[in-house]
């Protein structure tokens, strides 16, 4: 339960006697290898730094992060057992170019995981939340089999691909700009599903061809043939939300094959006066 300190000068922690035996057990570890980290650790806590080189870290349960930082290098956390949580409050849990993130029992469950990476990959098995906050633009994709539920929010543009919430619980995601980028029906679950911008102002445009242009939050065509039929509900916008919500009928047509709700906004707009819409 005691700490462990690594600080290396130059060079890389590394693994010496194969993946999948303990290199390292403790309460905290505190690791800097600028050339990389490479470990099989039992820990509950992690500290971890990097000069623009990848982190690997292979845990046997769970792992509270304080700040893991890798730079322009790729972080990747397995775990065998338990969660991925946060211990440090408000400031950022991961800084890379790429991370990679597997877990039992949660990720950023009770309390957000803080990012700053351009693309991350989750997967989580047995059951708690998936709850991830970007600082900026990042990509996401990624596996839920609990029951909780994913929530990613991105103070800029949240990209996603193929993503799967396979308990049954809702999927809530909160950007300034959502892009649904996996393909037809790559967005799939059976609670609801939340797509909100990220202030109460902002406009939302629904069922556009294309992206009408910065600040509004857009939801095309493209986006919408996105999500596979089977959520329990649709849910479009901020209660309180005070801007426009224009629907479109984009390039085909919108079609969303589930329940929709659309929340708030001020003026509801369509493509001309005669415009019907269809929300089942």
Do not use: K
Not at 76 to 82: D, S, V, Y
């Amino acid at each position: 339960t005691g700490t462990v300190t690594l600080t290396l000068a130059a060079g890389a922690i590394t693994d010496s006697n194969g993946a999948g035996t303990l290199n390292l057990t403790a309460g905290l570890a505190s690791l800097t290898g600028p050339s990389g980290i490479d470990l099989d650790t039992a820990i509950t806590t992690l500290t971890a730094a990097s000069t623009d080189s990848d982190i690997s870290i292979r845990e046997s349960n769970a792992v509270a992060l304080n700040t893991v930082n890798a730079g322009a290098g790729t972080v990747t956390l397995t775990l065998a057992a338990g969660a991925i949580t946060d211990n440090n409050g408000v400031l950022n849990n991961l800084t890379a170019n790429a991370a990679t993130l597997m877990a039992a029992n949660g990720i950023g469950s009770a309390n957000a995981l803080e990012t700053q990476v351009n693309t991350l990959t989750f997967t989580n098995t047995a059951s708690g939340n998936v709850r991830i906050a970007a600082t900026g633009d990042v990509n996401i994709s990624g596996t839920d089999g609990g029951a909780g539920l994913i929530e990613l929010t991105a103070a800029g543009i949240l990209t996603v691909g193929a993503l799967a919430n396979n308990g049954g619980g809702d999927t809530l995601l909160t950007a300034n700009e959502i892009n649904l980028t996996g393909g037809g029906n790559s967005v799939s679950g059976t609670g609801n599903l939340v797509l909100a911008p990220m202030s109460a102002a902002q406009s939302i445009v629904l069922g556009g061809a294309a992206d009408s242009g910065a600040g509004a939050l857009d939801l095309t065509a493209g986006d919408l043939a996105a999500l596979q039929n089977g959520f329990a509900q649709i849910r479009v916008g901020l209660a309180a939300g005070t801007g426009t919500l224009t629907v479109l009928n984009g390039a085909t047509g919108t079609v969303l094959q589930d329940p929709v709700f659309i929340l708030g906004g001020s003026t509801l707009t369509g493509p001309d006066q005669a415009t019907t819409w269809n929300l089942t």
